[in-house]
């Protein structure tokens, strides 16, 4: 079996900071010790790894992408294969993509069919969560059957009428049986039916510039729906993380909940911590490139949300990676802005960009390993396989360089798509080495990874619940 020992470095976890070699045996992590010590300097190794002036951080773990996933007539951009390679790029090294179950259809031909996008091309590791849109007797048993192979949480929607959208009845269904079984809903929350109207009527109104989007998906009918999800999940006696959260008065009904002491999660994105309406509002069709849902909001957002972070309310920041070239599928809804495909690209940039957060004093740097590795690994049952540095972890490690300056560009980019949310913006701190289960896929600028390399990962139920 190889050894690796990656020496020198500042090991980052969630819990402390230490100056450690971290000794890898194959594909897992055995052992830390000081730096310098007898124990440390008596390992030998067939790599050895300088990490001197690095961070050694656990490999990111994004847990909300929708890669090569079909939507509005077109489909993302990133397949399984370029989206987990630019993930690795950014020092991600487990995605939780979002299997698709269509109306009409079992939960298990949505999961057999990801199942075939995903195996043999990703190039770390991957899960899947469920997206349920069509509740019945038969999809409900089979949520017991999908719990007990790996895939441990389902995503449902109050937004998207006709297409994902489930009423009040279905969520309530569904929330007790993940009660039952231990399945963690996980909730995309506005309220689509008030939304579909106000689109029809700005539409009607001659209104069809991007910016619409954010003007018609009002914060009021975020809140609504984040309060009535956490009703709903009161009532079913489950837990409940809702996704991508954007408005401060939806974060403020998530914090009502926790004071309550109710097993409620957040999970917000980059995007809304560091964009805003001012990009949907950008001339010539470019605010296009910020269309996702929930919406950016005005800017005055950002700073409820780094609260949230701070204090506890969020848990979680993922991407929501789910990338639209703006040259023929943005385009689109020229003209239409509800017919602009949503989402963001953003799987490469979320360590970086969360970095920078901590250069720019909104969280610290404990944090920042605990809302983009720990906690979504505990969030979605992959602990302590994935989001930490300890012994019988898996070696999927980061040698992060903090003070390497970066400008952010889609010419620089890996990510399967034309442009950058990001474009221009300037950060400091990227990844250097990064390993995936021992092996190292990215180092000093090379790709050395391979697709293929990522493996399925079943998921044990939550653990940050008790
Ligand atoms: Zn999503």
Known sequence: MSRTVIRGGLVITAAEEVRADVLIEGEQVVALATTGS?????????????????????????????MQMPFGGTTAADTFETGTRAAAWGGTTTIVDFAIQSVGSS???????????????????????MILSDVTENSLKEMDALVGEGVTSFKMFMAYPGVFYSDDGRILRAMQRGAANGGLI?????????????????????????????????ELLEAEATHRAIKLAQVAGAPL???HVSAASAVAELATARRQGLPVFGETCPQYLFLSTDNLAEPDFEGAK????????????QAELWKGLRTGDLQVVSTDHCPF???GQKELGRGDFSKIPNGLPGVENRMDLL???????HITRRRWIDIACATP??????????????????????????????????????????????????????????????????????????????????????????
């Open 325 to 327: 070239c703006f040259s």
């Open 107 to 129: 939960l298990r031909e949505g999961l057999d069919a990801w199942h075939a996008k995903a195996e043999g091309n990703c190039a770390v590791d991957y899960g899947f969560h």
């Open 241 to 243: 993380y809702v996704v």
């Open 377 to 466: 690994a505990r969030m979605f049952g992959l602990h302590p396989r994935k989001g930490t540095i300890a012994p019988g972890a898996d070696a999927d490690i980061v040698v992060y360089d903090p003070t390497a300056p970066q400008t952010i560009s889609a010419t620089t980019h890996h990510m399967n798509v034309d442009y950058s949310a990001y474009e221009g913006k300037q950060v400091t701190g990227r990844a250097r080495t990064v390993l995936s289960r021992g092996s190292v896929v990215v180092d000093a600028g090379a790709w050395l990874g391979r697709a293929g390399h990522g493996r399925y990962q079943p998921r044990a139920t939550c653990q940050y619940l008790g």
């Open 290 to 301: 910020y269309v996702c849902s929930t919406p950016l909001r005005p800017r005055e957002h």
């Open 38 to 66: 007898a124990v440390a300097d008596g390992w030998t190794a067939d790599t050895v790894i300088d990490a001197t002036g690095h961070y050694v951080i656990p490999g990111g773990v994004d847990a909300h992408t929708h």
């Open 186 to 218: 996980m909730m995309h929350a506005e309220n689509g039916i008030a939304i579909d109207v106000l689109v029809e009527q700005a539409l009607a109104a001659g209104r069809t510039d991007p910016r619409y989007h954010g003007e018609v998906r009002r």
């Open 355 to 361: 970095h920078q957060a901590v250069l720019d004093g």
